[in-house]
């Protein structure tokens, strides 16, 4: 129940599409959900996150959509570039509990 | 403001040795976590902190021990080190009421 399963595993995208990566948890007492981006060599660092209250979330190219019912959501990038090429991780947490992290998915955009 | 400091970044021991991975924060975070990171298998939690005297394990504890005298360090030791612990060790922290991790760059460690 503590689980976040994230997919997929890798993804190549061309310059200018659209990123899609996908995640699913089980505790319904989650109520925190983050994404990170990490660049070889580097720690993960904070790219957006949503809380259960709302459906999407949009910060520039980067969005989250949210589906509660389904127990889902999603990081969509729009536009992707070639400096989007990174590992990122979705994760979950309820309240300020510790959070709970996704598997990864090393995303690559070609030119 | 240098966020969270992680040192040494690069280490190989031989197994059996004992180190500390070091770890401090500048941000008055109460919250502290160290994780662990293998190929394929995402971010695994190996003990974390709510604050100063506070510590609880996580997932993976097994062969790890931490401490907590200060807001600021919270060092990670591992005792008669084994070729599962090779892997790449992060810290992470965050304040009271707000769940964004702040993680340090990491330490890779290769046990050999």
């Known amino acids: 129940q503590q689980q976040v399963k994230q997919s997929p595993q890798s993804l190549i995208v061309q310059k200018g599409g659209i990123s899609i990566i996908n995640c699913a948890y089980e505790?319904?007492?989650?109520?925190?959900f983050p994404w990170y981006q990490q660049f070889p060599g580097k720690g993960p660092a904070l790219l957006i996150a949503?809380?259960?209250?709302?459906s999407e979330k949009k910060e520039g190219r980067f969005t989250i959509s949210f589906n509660k019912s389904a127990k889902q959501f999603s990081l969509h990038i729009m536009d992707s570039q070639p400096g989007d090429s990174a590992t990122y991780f979705c994760?979950?947490?309820?309240?300020?509990?510790?959070?709970?992290f996704g598997t990864g998915t090393r995303l690559q955009v070609f030119p | 403001n240098a966020g969270v400091t992680q040192t040494p970044k690069f280490r190989i021991l031989k197994i059996g040795q004992s180190m500390t991975l070091q770890c401090t924060q500048d941000?008055?975070?109460?919250?502290m976590y160290w994780y662990r990171q293998d190929p394929g298998m995402g971010l695994k939690l190996i003990y974390y902190?709510?604050?100063?005297?506070?510590?609880d394990k996580g997932e993976v504890p097994n062969g790890y021990n931490v401490s907590r005298s200060t807001t600021e360090d919270f060092p990670l030791r591992l005792e008669l080190a084994a070729p599962s612990q090779t892997s790449v060790y992060f810290c992470?922290?965050?304040?009271?009421?707000?769940?964004?991790?702040?993680f340090g760059s990491g330490t890779r460690l290769t046990v050999v």
């Open positions: 992470a922290s965050n304040p009271t009421g707000n769940p964004g991790y702040t």
């Open positions: 941000m008055n975070h109460n919250y």
């Open positions: 994760a979950a947490g309820a309240n300020t509990d510790k959070l709970i």
């Open positions: 949503i809380r259960p209250d709302v």
């Open positions: 505790n319904t007492a989650f109520d925190y």
């Open positions: 902190s709510v604050g100063a005297g506070i510590t």
